[in-house]
């Protein structure tokens, strides 16, 4: 079996500052993974590691089975960013943004075929935007904005998404919605992986987690993972979660 996600021993720097130490992480396919942590635990930096925008000091990353370059080129990874991440004032539909999930299969000219736009429409229904396809994307709520970035990996045909913070700012129907989506995706045999501190939405999504706090206090199973004590020793205090 190729895993999805393949980090061994991964060291990143900010200048002095340790951001993540000896990191290994092994993911397979078909799986919905959250990555947890308070703020500065290294969560936003080891998806830039793992998606090869930030370069580690030392450690070896396989993306389904393959460099960090070619998974791009390949067009088998999509990330769904924080809103705070992303410029809502740029003049773009809705549309536009799940274009962009099709670019890698445009081909030389960049001018979208019927296949493009049926893949297209088809994600936008997915997700429960087509009536709004036509909108300037920074019109959106927050949970809808989630959507559209979902809808662009989905039109992508990604095999592996990262959702960092996905259910920041978003009302419980668009949760729902995407929760419900991304359950699809792992039946497809996609694999997801969600950075978050909101340990509520875990126990009913994920099928593991990782616990991190620049190094990884714990991986696998919830049942196995989300005890007290990980728990006490990610965020430094006695946490609760509820079961699903």
């Given at each position: 079996m190729t895993l999805a996600i393949s980090a061994h021993r991964v060291t990143v720097h900010y200048g002095e500052t340790l951001a993540l130490d000896d990191v290994s992480v092994d993911i397979g396919p078909g799986r919905i993974c959250g990555l947890l942590g308070m703020n500065g635990s290294g969560k936003s930096t080891l998806f830039k590691a793992l998606m090869g925008l930030v370069r580690p000091?030392?450690?070896?990353i396989r993306l389904l089975g393959r460099d960090q370059r070619q998974a791009r080129r390949d067009g088998l990874i999509a990330y769904v960013p924080q809103s705070?991440?992303?410029d809502w004032t740029f003049p773009v539909t809705v549309g536009?943004?799940?274009?962009?999930?099709?670019?890698g299969h445009l081909g030389l000219t960049r001018h979208p075929k019927q296949k493009d736009k049926a893949a297209v429409r088809a994600a936008l229904e997915r997700v429960g935007l087509?009536?709004?396809?036509?909108?300037?994307i920074g019109a959106l709520s927050g949970g809808q904005r989630k959507r559209a970035f979902v809808a662009r990996g989905i039109a992508q045909e990604a095999q592996l998404l990262f959702l960092d913070e996905p259910f920041a700012g978003v009302d419980k129907k668009s949760e729902a919605?995407?929760?419900?989506?991304?359950?699809?995706?792992r039946?497809?045999?996609?694999?997801?992986v969600i950075s978050?501190?909101?340990?509520?939405s875990v126990p009913a999504l994920c099928d593991e987690a990782v616990l991190?706090?620049?190094?990884?206090?714990?991986?696998g199973p919830l049942d196995e993972v989300l005890s007290p004590e990980t728990l006490a020793r990610t965020f430094g205090v006695e946490t609760a979660v509820e079961p699903s």
């Open positions: 000091d030392s450690g070896d705070e991440a992303v536009d943004v799940v274009m962009m999930g099709r670019y087509t009536e709004l396809a036509g909108n300037p919605t995407i929760s419900d989506l991304l359950r699809e995706l039946s497809e045999g996609r694999t997801v978050t501190h909101d340990l509520a991190l706090q620049q190094r990884v206090i714990a991986h």
